[in-house]
């Protein structure tokens, strides 16, 4: 349970701006919107100055991509960029995600050491398993982003957005689970052939 709620927290410190952005849209309109996502972004700059915490590219993503589309619907007569914005999103999401797996060490290696500094970089059947599980990310965001824009093309505005919101938490926190049990998902796959050491596979 603490793994979880710490997981969700830094959801909130990464996408907390991109959240208040389309919940305060909703229920205010666009320019108390961009205000809100302001005031996120201050307070969390803030917030990670005095804490020597770094800005990630996924905090610039969201908050960066959350001003823009609020600057692109204040600019129009209608507010229509929240009906794609989520998709968009998804998609530069997925796109960060897959660059990442290319890395020395994939991005999603460097989330789960910094819960468990003892998982060893220096095994390359780990590191592999670690890329494979950041494009699995990848693949999710891309599916969330093309089942993201259908529901907001097929629905009335507010329906959509609480249809949305409802499977991006709930897709979410399946994919959460599977992270936090990654361990077990690592066994589960040299069980089935996958991911063993070079002499295993030599043998």
């Known amino acids: 349970m603490n793994r979880v709620l710490a ?8 996408f ?3 959240v208040l952005y389309w919940a305060v849209l909703l229920a ?6 961009i205000a809100a996502t302001l005031l996120f972004m201050l307070l969390e700059g803030a917030w990670r100055l005095l804490t020597h915490r770094a800005f990630p590219p996924l905090w610039l993503l969201a908050n960066g991509a959350a001003l823009v589309f609020g600057c692109i619907d204040l600019w129009a007569r209608t507010p229509f960029m929240i009906r794609y914005e989520g998709a968009i999103i998804n998609l530069l999401t997925a796109a960060a995600f897959a660059v990442g797996a290319s890395g020395r060490e994939p991005i999603v290696m460097t989330f789960a050491r910094r819960r468990r500094p003892d998982i060893p970089v220096d095994r390359p059947e780990i590191v592999r398993f670690f890329r494979a599980f950041t494009y699995a990310w990848a693949l999710y965001f891309v599916a969330r ?3 993201f824009l259908w529901i907001m093309t097929a629905f009335p505005l507010v329906q959509a957005a609480a249809i949305r ?3 991006a938490w709930a897709s979410l926190g399946a994919m959460l689970l599977v992270s936090i049990n990654g361990r077990h998902v690592f066994a589960l796959c040299q069980r089935l052939g ?8 030599s043998s």
């Open 7 to 14: 997981m969700l927290r830094s959801l909130f410190h990464t």
């Open 16 to 18: 907390g701006g991109l």
């Open 28 to 33: 205010f309109g666009v320019r108390p919107a």
């Open 145 to 147: 982003a093309a089942a």
């Open 165 to 167: 919101t409802v499977i």
């Open 194 to 201: 996958f991911f063993h050491p070079a002499q295993d596979s």
